[in-house]
């Protein structure tokens, strides 16, 4: 048929329509509207109702409400002044009031008239996604801990709420939130409370405070470095308070002198040797309880705010509260005391020894996505935030005589550090490595090595500086921190080498540890004396090496016990096909202002397994890289990606 025909059928028909169906269609047209009118103007009848019920419960003081509210701890209450930004706030509360009852009413009508309701507009505020905060924290809170740890990921994502909201959210947020806020990258700090104000106690200052703590904690389960350090705290007393208590404290079973102050002794020397006894303390699991039971979280937040421009108070501080979240039962009182907060501000920092003792803290706080736990003396260098990013293998860094977790493994310092390269690292694994390795875990361990028995730090227990006795300490704690159960890589420095050799002979004699061994793939020697180093002969000329420690004495050339050592762990290595990288200095090193000499001569670096390699630098810039293309690093970086390949791969 063609168009025009189609176009007079069409007219015929509509022509035949007769003034009865018109009128019908008219009434329909009538019931229709009305049909979507009447709840218009019903709904808006509701609204506005509602409107005038709600405006006056908000205007309406409940005096036994706020009586309650001042009951309840570590709520913020804060006066708001009325002007233009108080009168914008009160703007904004009645914007939501009017968004939640448009939500009500259309919801209700859907109800009445069964029409389909969206739920995605349910979830949406149209000025400060008010829903989707509230959705978002109440799946913080699920008890599926995947839906948890997503939620709370893309909560810390949001930078774009109301100062109010942060707080609000803040008060709202349960502890496991609040951690996993705290361990999340780019977070911002208004998500967490403020710490509450300090307990006051009159004609008290902080250094009679830290002794009556210390004081106060048992006398049991305390060896001699606990016993040496809680001394030396309280040798540095000031005069009344050694009147006030007789002249004799007795603590551990021991008589110790109390004895007055030679000399004035500066507050903050006198608070460092009592933090640095409460940090030993904190190590024995049955003096945290007291800690915390005798007020230590409370005053040590009290320090650490008063101390903000002393590093060294800060970092004792903050390593104290890491030993204490090794124990799950006082997580409750380190979050409602304010710590978490404060862990989350130092993160940032950038000093990274201050930001690597706050993670090291948050990881044992946080029990949702970290299973291992870092005691005292093993930090995690990367990944320090929460990640998406599957950890493929570890990486760990041990250092040598007179190191540390993180100066031994800092880059190359130049002639003038004024005007160092701005690419600069403190810490060359936790920045070069961990940006070139993304997938790895990168650990660094600390213990306390000297060079003599005069300078020690705790002189007296000598047998826990032998290879035998810090290689079982620290395996034990590598264990603990998860070592062994993913592919290893060894990263060490001088005795540090020693060590790494001591504890995977001991893991291979233990059921338990094999793991540590068996999953060991590479290990990277900087300068290591496998035959001994010539440091001990020259304690008769070095005066701080007159009694040379266990460590050095350890270090004596062509030792027998070290020979022993090496034979035994070349047969390992061969036995697991172990990959080996050695370097050896060739520069000598400056001991002291007197003796210059070669710390490992080459013939000792040289394990005879795997590829040696001389450098032309000393004993301590082996492990330290000028820049992050220079030769010694970017070998490093290849061996580690050659041990583990197979890694990288999948």
Same mark, same amino acid.
């Given at each position: 048929m063609s168009l025009t025909a189609r176009w007079l059928c069409c007219s015929r028909a509509l022509a035949w329509v007769g003034p009865a169906a018109k009128g019908r269609s008219r009434w329909r047209r009538?019931?229709?509207?009305?049909?979507?009118?009447?709840?218009?103007?019903?709904?808006?009848?509701?609204?506005?109702?509602?409107?005038?019920?709600?405006?006056?419960?908000? =205007? @309406?003081?409940? @005096?036994?409400?706020?009586?309650?509210e001042k009951l309840k701890s570590y709520i913020y209450v804060y006066t708001i002044p009325l002007e233009p930004q108080g009168l914008e706030g009160i703007t904004n509360k009645a914007r939501k009031e009017l968004h939640r009852a448009v939500k009500r009413l $259309?919801?209700? @009508?859907?109800?009445?008239?069964?029409?389909?309701?969206?739920?995605?507009? /349910? %979830?949406? #505020? $149209?000025?400060?996604?008010?829903?989707?905060?509230w959705l978002l924290l109440k799946r913080t809170q699920s008890a599926v801990k995947p839906v948890r740890v997503q939620a709370v990921q893309e909560l810390a994502k949001k930078h774009h709420w109301h100062d109010y909201q942060y707080r609000t959210l803040a008060q709202a947020c349960d502890q496991k939130s609040s951690i996993g806020l705290a361990r999340s990258q780019d977070v911002d700090l208004r998500f967490f409370l403020r710490p509450p104000l300090p307990k006051v106690i009159e004609n008290s200052c902080i250094e009679d405070e830290l002794r009556y703590l210390l004081a106060s904690l048992p006398q049991s389960e305390v060896d001699q470095c606990? !016993?040496?350090?809680?001394?030396?705290?309280?040798?540095?007393?000031?005069?009344?308070?050694?009147?006030?208590?007789?002249?004799?404290?007795?603590?551990?079973?021991?008589?110790?002198?109390?004895?007055? *102050?030679?000399?004035?002794? &500066?507050?903050?020397? =006198?608070?460092?040797?009592?933090? !640095?006894?409460?940090?030993?303390?904190?190590k024995v699991p049955s003096h945290c309880d007291q800690i915390v039971m005798n007020g230590g979280l409370q005053l040590l937040q009290k320090i650490y705010q008063l101390r903000h421009d002393s590093q060294k108070i800060q970092r004792n501080i903050i390593r104290t509260i890491g030993n204490l979240a090794?124990?799950?039962?006082?997580?409750?009182?380190?979050? !409602? *005391?304010?710590?978490?907060?404060?862990?989350?501000?130092?993160?940032?920092? &950038?000093?990274?020894?201050?930001?690597?003792?706050?993670?090291?803290?948050?990881?044992n706080l946080d029990r949702d996505t970290v299973k291992e736990k870092y005691e005292d003396g093993v930090y995690i260098l990367h990944p320090q935030y929460r990640t998406s990013q599957p950890i493929k293998a570890d990486v760990l860094f041990i250092h040598g005589l007179l190191g540390a977790a993180f100066k031994t493994w800092r880059q190359k310092d130049h002639s003038n550090m004024e005007d160092k390269d701005t690419n600069y690292t403190e810490c060359w694994p936790k920045t070069w490595l961990a940006a070139d390795c993304p997938s790895l875990r990168i650990l660094s361990v600390e213990y306390d090595s000297n060079l003599s028995d005069w300078r020690s730090k705790c002189p007296v227990e000598d047998e826990r500086k032998s290879l035998a006795y810090r290689g079982r300490e620290l395996l034990t704690k590598l264990k603990a921190a998860g070592v062994g159960d993913r592919p290893v890589v060894w990263i060490a420095h001088s005795m540090g080498g020693l060590?790494?050799? %001591?504890?995977?002979? #001991?893991?291979?004699? #233990? &059921?338990? /540890?094999?793991? $540590? $061994?068996q999953n060991t793939q590479g290990i990277v020697f900087y300068s290591v004396p496998h035959s001994g180093s010539r440091l001990a002969e020259y304690s008769v000329s070095a005066r701080f090496l007159?009694? &040379?420690s266990v460590e050095v004495k350890e270090l004596s050339k062509d030792s027998p016990a070290l020979r022993e050592l090496n034979n035994n762990f070349t047969k390992l290595v061969?036995?697991?096909?172990?990959?080996?990288l050695s370097f050896g200095e060739m520069?000598? @090193?400056?001991?002291?202002? /007197?003796?210059?000499?070669? =710390?490992?001569?080459?013939?000792?670096?040289?394990?005879?397994?795997?590829?040696?390699?001389?450098l032309d630098v000393n004993h301590l810039n082996i492990c330290k890289p000028g820049s992050r293309d220079s030769f010694l690093y970017q070998r490093s970086l290849k061996f580690i990606k050659d041990a583990l390949a197979k890694e990288f791969k999948g």
């Open positions: 009538i019931r229709k509207i009305g049909k979507y009118a009447g709840p218009v103007i019903m709904g808006s009848c509701i609204f506005i109702t509602y409107e005038i019920l709600a405006l006056g419960e908000s =205007v @309406t003081l409940d @005096t036994q409400a706020v009586e309650q $259309v919801q209700v @009508t859907a109800e009445m008239f069964s029409w389909p309701l969206d739920e995605h507009y /349910m %979830k949406l #505020d $149209v000025e400060d996604h008010e829903s989707g905060l606990v !016993q040496y350090f809680t001394s030396l705290a309280l040798r540095e007393s000031n005069q009344s308070l050694s009147a006030q208590r007789g002249g004799l404290w007795c603590f551990g079973g021991n008589g110790l002198p109390y004895a007055q *102050s030679l000399s004035s002794v &500066p507050s903050e020397k =006198v608070e460092s040797f009592c933090l !640095q006894a409460l940090a030993k303390h904190s090794l124990h799950e039962h006082l997580h409750s009182a380190i979050a !409602q *005391s304010g710590w978490i907060g404060i862990l989350a501000e130092a993160m940032k920092s &950038p000093h990274v020894i201050q930001a690597s003792h706050a993670a090291r803290a948050l990881a060590l790494v050799k %001591k504890m995977l002979l #001991d893991a291979s004699e #233990d &059921p338990e /540890m094999r793991s $540590v $061994v007159l009694f &040379p061969r036995e697991h096909e172990v990959n080996i520069l000598p @090193t400056y001991i002291g202002s /007197m003796i210059k000499l070669h =710390v490992v001569p080459p013939n000792s670096a040289d394990l005879g397994i795997g590829d040696f390699i001389p």
